[in-house]
C-alpha cells in the first residue's frame, strides 16, 4: 500500500492564481481531512469528508474548496491564492471515528507571493 | 480553536535521558493520541489513550492520562538521536455523536544530542 499521497511535493504561486493540491489514499478509508500547518500554530483543521460525496468546513476553510467524488481521491482548491495561504498543507485519512489512526500524507509546501 | 497545548515548547537532552512532554486540553475528549513529526515529513501515530484509561506503554514509551485535570503525558525512556522530531497530542473530542475532528497542539520540539 502506498498510504496517502500528495502532490505535488512544493509549489509556488503568485497572488490570485489557483490551484489543486492531490490527495489520494489505498487504504479504503471512510474520513479523509486537509490540515495545514503554520510555525508555532501546529494543525489546524481546513475541511474534511466523512465519505464520498459529503464534505464539511473545519477550523479554518476561507479561501479553499474540496469535493470528494470517490473514496480514494479527496482534492484542495485554492480559488485565488494569498500570501496568507503561505503553509504546509497535510492530507490524512483513517477507517472511522474514535480509536482509529490517522496516517499523514508528507505535505505540500506552499509559496504564494 | 487549539485544543491541546504542548508543554514545553522545546526540550533538549542527551542521549540516554528521558524526554517528558505534557499536553493539556480543554474540553471533554473519547480519547488522546499522540503523533510524531520529523523535520520535513508528515506526521506518524504513536500510541492512543481512551478516556477511561490512565497509563499505557509501548516500547520506550509511556503516555498518562489524567481527565480530572485534563492533562496528558508522554515519556520517552532512554532517548536516542533518531528520537529528536516534534510531538503533538491531538484529542477526539466528546462534543455529540458524528463529531471527528482530530485537534492537534503546538507540539514540542524535541532535540537529543548524541
Known amino acids: 500500500n502506498a498510504g496517502v499521497t500528495q502532490t505535488p511535493k512544493f509549489q509556488v504561486l503568485k497572488t490570485g492564481q489557483s490551484m489543486t493540491l492531490q490527495c489520494a489514499q489505498d487504504?479504503?478509508?471512510?474520513?479523509m481531512s486537509w490540515y495545514r500547518q503554520d510555525p508555532g500554530m501546529g494543525l489546524r483543521l481546513i475541511h474534511y469528508?466523512?465519505?464520498?460525496?459529503?464534505?464539511d468546513q473545519g477550523e479554518v476553510p476561507n479561501g479553499y474548496n474540496v469535493s470528494r467524488s470517490t473514496t480514494e481521491d479527496f482534492p484542495l482548491r485554492l480559488l485565488s491564492a494569498a500570501p496568507s495561504q503561505t503553509s504546509v498543507y497535510f492530507c490524512?485519512?483513517?477507517?472511522?471515528?474514535?480509536?482509529?489512526?490517522?496516517?499523514f500524507g508528507p505535505g505540500t509546501r506552499l509559496t504564494v507571493l | 480553536s487549539q485544543q491541546g497545548e504542548e508543554d514545553p515548547q522545546a526540550l533538549s537532552i542527551q542521549e540516554g535521558e528521558n524526554a517528558t512532554m505534557n499536553c493539556s486540553y480543554k474540553t471533554s475528549i473519547n480519547n488522546l493520541q499522540w503523533y510524531r513529526q520529523n523535520s520535513g515529513r508528515g506526521l506518524v501515530h504513536l500510541i492512543l489513550?481512551?478516556?477511561?484509561?490512565r497509563e499505557k506503554h509501548s516500547g520506550r514509551l509511556r503516555v498518562t492520562l489524567d481527565t480530572s485535570k485534563k492533562s496528558s503525558s508522554l515519556l520517552i525512556t532512554a532517548s536516542r538521536a533518531a528520537d529528536t522530531a516534534s510531538y503533538f497530542c491531538?484529542?477526539?473530542?466528546?462534543?455529540?455523536?458524528?463529531?471527528?475532528?482530530?485537534?492537534f497542539g503546538k507540539g514540542t520540539k524535541l532535540s537529543v544530542i548524541p
Open positions: 469528508s466523512v465519505g464520498a460525496g459529503i464534505t
Open positions: 491531538a484529542t477526539d473530542d466528546n462534543s455529540g455523536a458524528g463529531s471527528y475532528q482530530l485537534t
Open positions: 489513550i481512551r478516556s477511561n484509561e
Open positions: 487504504m479504503n478509508h471512510e474520513y
Open positions: 490524512a485519512s483513517r477507517q472511522g471515528l474514535g480509536t482509529d489512526t490517522q496516517y
